[in-house]
């Protein structure tokens, strides 16, 4: 495609990576640098200090793990060669992660150090030998005073985050820290915001390093008018499961995909199979042939999901799109607009939808800044949500059957049906039918909402929606407790889904024991179980023939109710 760009073209091999790495990198699934890998991997290798405005989800660690990488691979490895200081414990052990990853085959030993963790356990590691060290200030300190963090051999110090750890009051302790390593080591300061004092940490502690900034504002940026831009904000272990819900209430005619890796692409075509769309990975991994096949199948619209990484999805034209996902937030605002620049073309709408994980939520923010078009947070649909609206397509799949001249043939079904049964209830079960075979699966998980600015620590919010407490053993607790005297209250496994009634309930007990309907007491019909109340003395009568017969021609499970899990 025209708008691809030279640099786009700049692959890891071309950085001056060592094969080490660039194996771990497409182990990883990794097609090409982001543009701040592009930026600082050549610079940084060459020696210089770096200071980048960047902020989470733009690549930035390993824009700093592969060169640190590859300087513990040129040391003699008796002490720790880089020192990363991070701002929480929680980015501790991410960036550790991140670091192990690429370092793997290398053989790198990588520490996560931070406060509320045991000492002891850091001080082995330190003993037994680390290449990495990835700190908070506080917790560096204290090692630094007891002199068990040794430096002598750091040739490079990475302040992530910078700002935020002058939010969080160590200034002090950075300086303090800095003072402490070689004075020839090589400095990388990260930022998402560049305030003064950054800036004078800068100018303290940094030589002439290069500046790099992602996501300057671009005169071309500008984005088509015609898209709506709305993302969501949901923590990584919901994303797949979110993505499914949001794509079932937009119902997508067809839509693509974007991920950032091979294996991202492979497993989330995987889950949206399974959730039954029509969903078609592609990826650089793949041969031209698979390709074709996939384009194929695409443009003869037999499938309507393409999940691509950016590299796969170069150059490819699809007209009928009506939606663009980004399932990450892409690490760049240019990408972003190239990405959404595939619909809302030839004055049809167009659909951007964006997970965003909590942090990065500050990218969010720059991509509206840069491209000048807001970006509307909205909530990951509900369970209810969900039911709704398939509802109201069941709804609408039945008014355009209602139009139809063919309904004719039917009609000696309904009469015959007609004879023991009321029209209206012969409606129902035409329409539960009509529905459960339109809606598939029941997904019946709450996604759990995120608060949409997290506080600086924030771990994501795990806070239930109104909808995830339906039937709460409590409810029932308390009903139970309004039971009337000498009478005890059985679950029955059936309820209104099921089309039961109070009378149905009544019969089958009346029926099959001694019972009468009037020794029944109180009942409860909820939408997947009932409630009745029976003379205690007839409790196991009840269960014994319940056992043997059916409701509404269903084997039922009964039971006495429970105060723990009366729904099951
Ligand atoms: P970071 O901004 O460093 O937190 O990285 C954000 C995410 O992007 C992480 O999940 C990385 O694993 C992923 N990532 C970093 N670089 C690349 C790349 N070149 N290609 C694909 N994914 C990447």
Redesign the pocket.
């Known amino acids: 495609m025209s708008e691809t760009e030279t640099t786009e073209n700049i692959g890891f091999a071309d950085l001056g990576l060592r094969p080490e790495l660039l194996d771990a990198?497409t182990e990883?699934?990794?097609?090409?640098?982001?543009p701040i890998?592009r930026e600082s991997i050549p610079r940084l290798l060459e020696g210089r200090d770096l200071l980048g405005q960047a902020a989470?989800?733009?690549?930035?660690?390993?824009a700093f793990a592969l060169p640190i990488l590859e300087r513990v691979m040129d040391s003699d490895r008796t002490a720790p060669t880089a020192l990363v200081l991070v701002p929480t414990r929680e980015l501790a052990m991410q960036v550790s992660e991140?670091v192990h990853r690429y370092g793997r085959a290398a053989g790198a030993r990588v520490l996560p150090i931070y406060g509320g963790q045991p000492i002891g356990r850091q001080l082995d590691a330190l003993r037994r030998g680390v290449d990495v060290v990835i700190a908070t200030p506080g917790r560096a300190l204290d090692h630094l005073k007891r002199r068990t963090l040794p430096l002598q051999s750091i040739q490079m110090v990475v302040l992530d985050e910078a700002d935020e750890m002058l939010d969080m009051g160590f200034a002090e302790d950075i300086e303090s820290i800095l003072q402490a390593t070689p004075e020839d080591r090589q400095t990388v300061l990260f930022s998402a915001t560049m305030p003064g004092r950054i800036n004078g940490i800068a100018k303290r502690h940094l030589t002439d390093p290069v500046r790099i900034e992602i996501a300057k504002a671009t005169a071309d940026s500008a984005t088509a008018p015609l898209v709506r831009q709305t993302a969501y904000i949901v923590s990584r272990a919901h994303k797949a499961a979110a993505l499914g819900r949001i794509l079932d209430v937009e119902s997508p005619a067809a839509a693509i995909v974007f991920c950032?890796?091979r294996h991202e692409v492979d497993s989330l075509a995987e889950t949206l199979n399974g959730r039954g769309y029509r969903a078609e990975g592609l990826h650089g991994g793949m041969s031209q042939e698979q390709r074709d096949r996939v384009m194929g199948r695409l443009r003869g619209q037999t499938a309507e999901l393409l999940v691509a990484t950016d590299v796969a999805a170069r150059g490819l034209d699809v007209d009928h799109l009506t939606h663009v996902v980004n399932y990450?937030v892409p690490?760049a605002p240019e990408a972003y607009v190239h990405r959404i620049g595939r619909v809302g073309r030839a004055g049809r709408e167009g659909i951007a939808i964006t997970l965003a994980e909590p942090r990065e939520q500050r990218l969010l923010k720059n991509i509206e800044r840069v491209t000048g078009s807001p970006i509307s947070i909205e909530k990951v649909p509900t369970v209810e949500d969900l039911r709704n609206r398939r509802m109201e397509l069941t709804m609408a799949t039945l008014r355009e059957t209602l139009q139809s001249d063919d309904l004719d043939r039917f009609r000696t079904v309904v009469e015959s049906l007609s004879e023991d049964s009321d029209l209206f209830q012969i409606a129902l079960a035409a329409v539960k039918l009509a529905h459960e075979a339109t809606v598939g699966s029941e997904d019946i998980e709450e996604i759990p909402e995120v608060a949409s600015r997290p506080s600086r620590n924030a771990k994501d919010s795990t806070k239930r929606g109104p909808h995830a407490k339906k039937g709460s053993p409590s409810q029932k607790g308390s009903r139970r407790s309004e039971g009337s005297a000498g009478m005890t209250r059985l679950y029955f496994g059936a309820g209104r889904a099921t089309g039961i009634r109070p009378k149905d309930l009544v019969g089958a007990i009346a029926n099959e024991t001694k019972l009468s309907g009037k020794d029944i007491g109180s009942i409860e019909i909820q939408d997947r179980f009932s409630l009745v109340e029976v003379p205690e003395s007839a409790v196991d009568e009840v269960l014994w023939a319940m056992k043997r017969t059916t409701l509404k021609g269903k084997k039922t499970k009964v039971r006495r109710e429970r105060f723990d899990s009366p729904s099951d």
């Open positions: 990198l990883l699934g990794y097609e090409e640098p982001t890998q989470t989800g733009t690549g930035k660690t390993a991140a950032r890796t990450d690490s």
